[in-house]
Nanobody, 120 residues
Framework: QVQVVESGGGLVQPGGSLRLSCVASGSIFGLFVMGWYRQAPGKQRELVATITNGGRTTYLDSVKGRFTISRDNAKSTVYLQMNSLKPEDTAVYYC??????????????WGQGTQVTVSS
């Protein structure tokens, strides 16, 4: 069974950058579509980005052009590079390992989450 652990969150000023990392273990990393979700206080959890083993990516509209998801299969690691951060990006970010069901991303394993706070 796959486990995922995130790191890299923190406090950053508006316009700044952060890179989140997520290491997977316990299964074959290449089998999974990896994703990042986020949840802000009082708001529903939303899917930020996904990446397939072949490198095909999807993004939430509000982060397109600012965030980049990537993966290093040799290191069983997925990254989320976040640039031009805005206060509305403040949330707990979760890494997931999953697949697809009926054309939609279906997360399986979840990490514990890492806090990203964008504030001056």
């Amino acid at each position: 069974q796959v486990q995922v652990v995130e790191s890299g969150g923190g406090l950053v000023q508006p316009g700044g950058s952060l890179r989140l990392s997520c290491v997977a273990s316990g299964s074959i990393f290449g089998l999974f579509v990896m994703g990042w979700y986020r949840q802000a206080p009082g708001k529903q959890r939303e899917l930020v980005a996904t990446i397939t083993n072949g490198g095909r990516t999807t993004y939430l509209d509000s982060v397109k052009g600012r965030f980049t998801i990537s993966r290093d299969n040799a290191k069983s690691t997925v990254y989320l590079q976040m640039n031009s951060l805005k206060p509305e990006d403040t949330a707990v970010y979760y890494c997931t390992a999953g697949g697809t069901a009926r054309g939609s991303y279906a997360p399986g394993a979840w990490g514990q989450g890492t806090q990203v706070t964008v504030s001056s």
